[in-house]
T-cell receptor
């Protein structure tokens, strides 16, 4: 089973709201990723977690705050977003960052609209 | 950093024909090359990948070839079917030397006409 689940599927939020995106995997993977994807563009890496610790932050604005509470869960907390943050937010996971297994498995994404 | 270019941006083929999508990369240290298929409204799905120590890999109707010297790799789909219609992304990675960061190509929209 290579399933990564994400909730919610769709989210509409105002610029003053606080919301969270959730991602879950039960493959025993120890590396998890957040990507942002705009229409007709490839995914752009935002954050990488390895063994629940943040390994990469691709200079993402602080209005996006990631959290990895345990090895199966990854959250993305959103606050004071801008309309240009509207996009598909994808979560992915891979075995880990210390072995030789590089495959990343993506979830279905959360379609975020900021009004 | 690594730069991946992908061509063509759109590809239209008749059902049953073959489709080829090409990618080039710039960093000779890249050692892992996955291909993803993304259908409308869905997340990218890993369809095939290749490591730098392998020249070709096949899985039923899809195959990937890698030319390390020329720094390019290609996706080949034979006997295309309408359900192959999607956007395809190639990627290159330095693997664990760079936290498994993927550098994606710009995508190819494949349309298979019945």
């Amino acid at each position: 089973d290579t399933e990564v689940t994400q909730t919610p599927k769709h989210l509409v939020m105002g610029m003053t709201n606080k919301k969270s995106l959730k991602c879950e995997q039960h493959m025993g993977h120890r590396a998890m990723y957040w990507y942002k994807q705009k229409a007709k563009k490839p995914p752009e890496l935002m954050f990488v977690y390895s063994y629940e610790k943040l390994s990469i932050n691709e200079s993402v604005p602080s209005r996006f705050s990631p959290e990895c509470p345990n090895s199966s869960l990854l959250n993305l907390h959103l606050h004071a977003l801008q309309p240009e943050d509207s996009a598909l937010y994808l979560c992915a996971s891979s075995h880990d960052l210390t072995g030789t297994s590089y495959e990343q498995y993506f979830g279905p994404g959360t379609r975020l609209t900021v009004t | 950093g690594e730069n991946v270019e992908q061509h063509p941006s759109t590809l239209s083929v008749q059902e049953g024909d073959s489709a080829v999508i090409k990618c080039t990369y710039s960093d000779s240290a890249s050692n892992y090359f996955p291909w993803y298929k993304q259908e409308l409204g869905k997340g990218p799905q890993l369809i095939i990948d290749i490591r730098s120590n392998v020249g070709e890999k096949k899985d039923q109707r899809i195959a990937v070839t890698l030319n390390k010297t020329a720094k390019h790799f290609s996706l080949h789909i034979t006997e295309t079917q309408p359900e192959d219609s999607a956007v395809y992304f190639c990627a290159a990675s330095l693997g664990l030397y760079n936290f498994n960061k993927f550098y994606f190509g710009s995508g190819t929209k494949l349309n298979v006409k019945p």
